[in-house]
């Protein structure tokens, strides 16, 4: 399989290219030049299958031509070694609880697929220059990537995330490592850190000296494996009779989560419909109402994850559509959630239902909520654990949240960053002392 660049101005890549490279030349974002489908008999009895089983299908019909099969189910059967996320019914409201790995976020799937492929192709290359992971962070992918590359020989990791942007805990999961995980505190939003990251890729004399790669769903190694849970979830929805007419909520911030599931559906997932949840960065959300993208400084939420005013997956999702903005707002509507309103949601949902939403969860929980045809039920994905915003849950709910002893253990750990401006001079000096 090769990938082209959603600029369509740089050379199609092989997929070791496009993982180890992380962003086209040109500053595209790097697409699979067709979307396999999988077989109607797939679909007939996916309700029978665990989720390794359903990754492994996944994965063949994506990675299969350039990976191994034993090779890719290693990494698959690697990736998915925690507790599997189960969806818990409310009503007609399925919410898929995709926290159940290392760092209790969704982010963990991808982040660790990611360190195990990008791993099978630096062990066959003649390459043994160590390998920079620079990735930017508005909360949980940060330490999904840390924790997923921990110990990885020949790799380093280094991320960038806004400083006093990450709730306290989610700081806690990457300062706190060491070993080959740096973490760099910029004076700046998340897009500041984004934009550092990519100005690094398009630096030709950094990236003839050093081999640089991204993390963040700007990867497809990173991007695509998040498409595994979409048909997990569903398996599971259609063991409960409620996937007839299936409506997928995807909290959105960077969109990398939303477009794996737009490709899952390019496959053959029967999915109706998809519903993108902002918080008050509604730039997307903008773009469904008139037609127009008119990316902007993001301003900080309770929802800080999907603190995004320019998310790089949005050429992806359009280039779905082929630029179509009538075939993209068929398939796709938008809801937005103030700081009050995502607060009331958690505390609405927990006095109805018993179900402790996180901030995330509660935007996407109110953008579907009361928003359903008859006949149609909602999955919703729920993307963290509601530990991780611990203050804001508690102030909300009124009640008060554990914390499990996985975040617990980071939270004992000693904070190690280094401060950064959000000039381009200043992070090129500190990648320069690298080799």
Avoid at 43 to 52: A, C, P, S
Avoid at 213 to 239: C, D, E, W
Avoid at 321 to 341: N, P, R
Wanted: hydrophobic letters at 40%; a neutral charge.
């Amino acid at each position: 399989m090769m990938y082209y660049s959603t600029n369509g101005q740089a050379p199609r890549a092989s997929l070791e290219k496009a993982v180890v490279r992380g962003l086209a030349e040109d500053r595209g974002l790097y697409m699979p030049e067709r979307i396999p489908v999988l077989p109607p008999d797939f679909y007939n009895h996916i309700q029978t299958l665990t989720f390794q089983e359903i990754a492994c299908t996944v994965a063949d019909a994506l990675f299969g031509e350039d990976v191994p099969a034993e090779d890719l189910h290693r990494i698959v059967e690697e990736t998915l070694s925690f507790d599997c996320p189960v969806v818990k019914v409310t009503r007609s409201i399925g919410a898929l609880e995709l926290f159940h790995g290392p760092t209790l976020a969704f982010k963990d799937v991808g982040a660790r697929f990611m360190a195990r492929l990008l791993g099978h192709f630096t062990r066959a290359s003649r390459d043994r220059r160590t390998i920079h992971v620079l990735v930017a962070t508005s909360g949980d992918t940060g330490s999904a990537v840390a924790n997923g590359f921990l110990g990885v020989q020949g790799v380093q990791v280094h991320v960038l995330y806004p400083k006093g942007g990450v709730s306290p805990i989610q700081e806690c999961q990457f300062t706190t490592l060491g070993q080959n995980v740096t973490a760099l505190e910029v004076d700046g939003s998340f897009d500041d850190c984004q934009a550092l990251v990519k100005s690094a890729f398009m630096d030709t004399a950094l990236t003839e000296r050093l081999r640089l790669t991204s993390a963040n769903s700007i990867n497809v190694a990173r991007l695509l494996p998040q498409s595994f849970y979409y048909f997990h979830g569903y398996a599971q929805m259609k063991r409960l009779g409620l996937a007839e007419q299936l409506v997928v909520c995807v909290p959105s911030g960077n969109f990398g989560n939303l477009c794996a599931a737009l490709i899952a559906g390019r496959m053959g997932l029967p999915v109706k419909r998809y519903v993108a949840a902002n918080n008050a960065n509604d730039v997307f959300y903008e773009y469904l109402q008139t037609g127009s993208y008119a990316p902007r400084p993001s301003i900080r939420t309770l929802a800080n994850a999907m603190d995004v005013g320019a998310p790089s997956n949005f050429d992806r999702i359009l280039d779905l559509y082929g630029g179509d903005w009538q075939s993209l707002t068929a398939d796709i509507s938008g809801g937005v959630s103030s700081d009050l309103e995502i607060r009331s949601t958690i505390s609405d949902c927990l006095r109805k239902y018993g179900y402790l939403l996180d901030p995330h969860g509660a935007c996407g929980f109110r953008a579907v909520y009361h928003r359903l045809a008859p006949g149609e039920s909602a999955l919703i994905c729920e993307t963290a654990h509601p530990a991780k915003f611990k203050d804001t849950v508690e102030d909300a709910a009124g009640v008060a949240v554990p914390i499990p002893e996985r975040l617990a253990a980071f939270m004992r750990g000693e904070k190690q960053s280094v401060p950064m401006g959000r000039d381009y001079p200043a992070f090129k000096a500190y990648l320069s002392t690298l080799k």
